[in-house]
Nanobody, 127 residues
Framework: QVQLVESGGGSVQAGGSLRLSCAAS????????MAWFRQGPGKEREGVAG????????YYADTVKGRFTISEDNAKNTLYLQLNNLKPEDTGMYYC????????????????????WGQGTQVTVSS
């Protein structure tokens, strides 16, 4: 049974940083494409960053490039998202997602591309 458990969310002021973690179990971590999504108040869930497992490529939404960094620790089966220079518009519930397929630039950010989801961790950024 695949489980994804996020942690590390919190409340910070604009310009602050957070590090989110996603502990994965029940899957072959290095064989799954992993990604972070977020859903702000009244907004649709959107892809933030992903490890597509294709030629070592990582993908980022334009809104977070240069501020967020996705990484992983295969020994711990854990995915991370470092959030720097946070803005109020980054506020939302952040979700970890996994899929047993390679992701590419045209599909990594689609919610329909992923089979498994965590429960989310809340990030709140105040101005």
């Amino acid at each position: 049974q695949v489980q994804l458990v996020e942690s590390g969310g919190g409340s910070v002021q604009a310009g602050g940083s957070l590090r989110l973690s996603c502990a994965a179990s029940g899957l072959s971590f290095s064989s799954y494409s992993m990604a972070w999504f977020r859903q702000g108040p009244g907004k649709e869930r959107e892809g933030v960053a992903g490890n597509g497992r294709a030629l070592g490529r990582t993908y980022y939404a334009d809104t977070v490039k240069g501020r967020f960094t996705i990484s992983e620790d295969n020994a711990k089966n854990t995915l991370y998202l470092q959030l720097n220079n946070l803005k109020p518009e980054d506020t939302g519930m952040y979700y970890c997602a996994a899929a047993p397929t390679i992701m590419w630039w045209y599909n990594w950010h689609l919610t329909s591309s992923y089979n498994y989801w965590g429960q989310g961790t809340q990030v709140t950024v105040s101005s």
